[in-house]
């Protein structure tokens, strides 16, 4: 194998591995005027989620979360919360919603001066009406500052 090859093979490999993704359904609409959709008449609605399985943020300091989904069969706006965010961090904002027509958003995090120092798993919760609720967890590890 030529040395670009390893390199662009390593670097898709670290890719994979440092990203996660979890799917969400729901069931098939109704059709209007007759009975319920069934699989075969219509698609089911799908979300899935991406997003790093570990993110890093020094006490202090804002860090950025990239969250990207993709959507199967609706086009409804999905709002993006996360929980068990570690003592002293915070999202600034509270709350996200990534609108119809678009996949991804950047959530900002905030640490304070004397966040708690340590790996804290955060769960990303994303919901859109007619699916269950997608969660996923990352660890967040937050730094002291030097």
């Given at each position: 194998?030529k040395?670009?090859?390893?390199?662009?093979?390593?670097?898709?490999?670290?890719?994979?591995?440092?990203c996660?993704?979890?799917?969400?359904?729901g069931?098939?609409?109704?059709?209007s005027?007759g009975?319920?959709?069934?699989?075969?008449?219509?698609?089911?609605?799908?979300?899935?989620?991406?997003?790093?399985?570990?993110?890093?943020?020094?006490?202090?300091?804002?860090?950025?979360v990239?969250?990207?989904?993709?959507?199967?069969?609706?086009?409804?706006?999905?709002?993006?919360?996360?929980?068990?965010?570690?003592?002293g961090?915070?999202l600034?904002?509270?709350?996200?919603?990534?609108?119809?027509g678009?996949?991804?958003?950047?959530?900002?995090?905030?640490?304070?001066?004397?966040?708690?120092?340590?790996?804290?798993?955060?769960?990303?919760?994303?919901?859109?009406?007619?699916?269950?609720?997608?969660?996923?967890?990352?660890?967040l590890?937050?730094?002291?500052?030097s």
């Amino acid at each position: 194998m030529k040395p670009f090859q390893m390199f662009a093979a390593a670097g898709l490999a670290l890719l994979i591995a440092g990203c996660q993704e979890t799917t969400s359904t729901g069931p098939a609409p109704a059709t209007s005027g007759g009975p319920p959709a069934t699989r075969s008449q219509t698609e089911i609605k799908k979300l899935s989620l991406t997003a790093a399985k570990a993110q890093t943020i020094k006490q202090g300091d804002t860090d950025d979360v990239a969250i990207k989904i993709n959507r199967d069969n609706f086009n409804d706006a999905v709002t993006i919360r996360l929980n068990d965010l570690p003592k002293g961090v915070e999202l600034i904002g509270n709350e996200a919603v990534i609108p119809a027509g678009q996949n991804s958003i950047t959530l900002q995090l905030k640490a304070a001066p004397d966040a708690e120092v340590g790996e804290h798993k955060v769960q990303i919760d994303a919901k859109a009406p007619g699916l269950a609720d997608n969660v996923q967890t990352f660890t967040l590890t937050v730094k002291a500052s030097s």
